[in-house]
């Protein structure tokens, strides 16, 4: 399997994983600002849930290859 088909491999488990990760633990704010959505999540943690999806991905990436 060459390095490009293993790149690919990754990145489309990646982003499923990512879609997978971004609705846990998400809770909408009780106070709505003028402009945003209701359903806006207070505290989003974008960078540790790209982390929990990288770490999904280079396990499931590896069983594969």
Known sequence: M???NIALI????WWLA???TLPFGVKASDKVKPG?????PVKPRLKIKAAIATV???VITAIVV
Do not use: D
């Open 56 to 58: 999904i991905a280079a």
């Open 2 to 4: 060459s390095w490009f």
């Open 36 to 40: 945003h959505a209701s359903s806006a």
């Open 10 to 13: 990754f990145l489309i488990v």
């Open 18 to 20: 990512w879609f997978l």
